[in-house]
Nanobody, 124 residues
Framework: QVQLVQSGGGLVQAGGSVRLSCAVSGGTIRRNAMAWFRQAPGKEREFAAVISWNGETSYYADSVKGRATTWRDDTGSTVYLQMNSLKPEDTAVYYC?????????????????WGQGTQVTVSS
């Protein structure tokens, strides 16, 4: 059974940074694109970033572009999301998700395996 285990997040001041990680157990993500979504209170879960299976391509939502970076480690078992210059509107629960293809998509309905979510709260 594939499990995605997230860590990181927490309370951060505006302008600060946070690094989230997403590690797989019980399966692999080596041939899968991986994505990050986030969900603010009372809002729909929205796309934040996606990285291809080999790490060569990544795409970001306009809301985080220029402030977010996602990458995969050399073992292929962990994916990271670094967010810089955080704003209060970045406050949300952040989720990683495994795509069933190599490039991924922006559509949350295309993802079956999800991490448990990690809270990021940005104080002003």
């Amino acid at each position: 059974q594939v499990q995605l285990v997230q860590s990181g997040g927490g309370l951060v001041q505006a302008g600060g940074s946070v690094r989230l990680s997403c590690a797989v157990s019980g399966g692999t993500i080596r041939r899968n694109a991986m994505a990050w979504f986030r969900q603010a209170p009372g809002k729909e879960r929205e796309f934040a970033a996606v990285i291809s299976w080999n790490g060569e391509t990544s795409y970001y939502a306009d809301s985080v572009k220029g402030r977010a970076t996602t990458w995969r480690d050399d073992t292929g078992s962990t994916v990271y999301l670094q967010m810089n210059s955080l704003k209060p509107e970045d406050t949300a629960v952040y989720y990683c998700a495994r795509s069933e293809d190599v490039l991924g998509s922006h559509n949350k309905d295309d993802y079956y395996y999800w991490g448990q979510g990690t809270q990021v709260t940005v104080s002003s």
